[in-house]
């Protein structure tokens, strides 16, 4: 089936500084058949007034706006089953896309319609605009992430640059609360582990942007955890045991003998400050780039040469 018209799905909670040009990359799209449906999650700030402005000047918005915040994963669901198309694009309320986007990824998916999921690449965007860096896949072929599921690694993607089938994503019950801010990690996992094809165009479609606020940004060490306890769960699933409960997760993580601490300790930390010196470029800020460069290295020096080969390939 080939797609002619598209539900583009935008969550936002209080983005009043970010919203408006998000919203305006979305109407520049050169793929024009499209409905643009932003959830407002209980927003406290200007928000919601921005976007009905917005909504008044162009019928493809259509606004839905929650009294109660449900948080990520509720909202996005509600969005999915409020939609009238067959396919969805997923984007976020700080991010921009470029006006191509949703042209080549409906062209990819017409050309290869075995693909149900398929993200993009995105440079890393500031506050202030400035870009910086190329954000990376692991799966580089449609094999790729088959090859993720059976060495019990997570698929990650772009997730505010995905386009999926939206049938799949009802059938397997959407998003995941209990998971956030992990919610699509988790989804991309089970959809994979059902058979359906997920791949990533080795295009730069989008800008995602970091800022302090962002929540991968301000609750990194969190994310980090849920992070783990999502491919602890992809594990269990494809052993065909039980799930537990994060709160399980982290006591069997104490558990741990002093070794496997600190060297997980070590990779968390590690993460860590790659994501701050994406953020301190960014802004600028040069001593702590030099501080972070040099943590970095420090920590896992092999780790970052592999890095940097996995975002070349991304070009290759």
Not at 32 to 41: C, G, H, P, R, T
Not at 50 to 60: S, V
Not at 200 to 210: A, D, S
Not at 226 to 253: H, S
Request: aromatic share 12%; hydrophobic share 40%.
């Amino acid at each position: 089936m080939r797609i002619k018209f598209i539900s583009i799905i935008m969550p936002v909670w209080n983005d009043e500084r970010f919203i408006l040009d998000s919203i305006q990359s979305v109407l520049n799209q050169t793929f024009k058949n499209f409905e643009l449906i932003i959830i407002n999650d209980a927003s406290t700030d200007n928000s919601l007034r921005l976007i009905q402005e917005k909504a008044n000047l162009d019928k493809r918005i259509k606004v839905l706006s929650l009294k109660k915040n449900l948080g990520m994963a509720n909202a996005l669901n509600e969005a999915i089953k409020y939609s009238k198309g067959e396919y969805i694009a997923r984007m976020d309320s700080d991010d921009l896309m470029y006006e191509n986007r949703i042209e080549e990824q409906v062209k990819y998916m017409n050309n290869n319609e075995d693909v149900e999921v398929l993200s993009c690449l995105g440079t890393y965007l500031g506050v202030n605009g400035n870009n910086f860096g190329v954000t990376s896949t692991e799966i580089i072929n449609h094999q790729s992430f088959k090859h993720l599921i059976r060495n019990n690694k997570p698929i990650g993607l772009l997730h505010p640059g995905t386009v999926f089938k939206k049938k799949i994503v009802q059938e397997i019950g959407g998003y995941n609360k209990i998971f956030w801010p992990a919610e699509d990690i988790d989804l991309w996992n089970r959809l994979a582990l059902k058979g359906h094809v997920i791949y990533v165009q080795k295009k730069i479609l989008m800008k995602y942007r970091i800022h302090e606020n962002s929540i991968i940004t301000s609750k990194f060490l969190d994310s980090y955890n849920i992070y783990k306890w999502v491919k602890y769960c992809l594990v269990c699933k494809n052993m065909n045991k039980p799930e537990i409960g994060y709160a399980d997760f982290i006591d069997y993580q104490k558990k741990k003998n002093i070794f496997i601490k600190i060297n997980n300790l070590r990779k968390l930390y590690y993460n860590y400050y790659l994501r701050r010196l994406i953020l301190y470029i960014l802004n600028k800020n040069f001593l702590k780039i030099l501080i972070s460069i040099f943590l970095i290295i420090l920590l896992r020096p092999f780790k970052l040469i592999n890095n940097l080969k996995k975002r070349l390939r991304n070009f290759l």
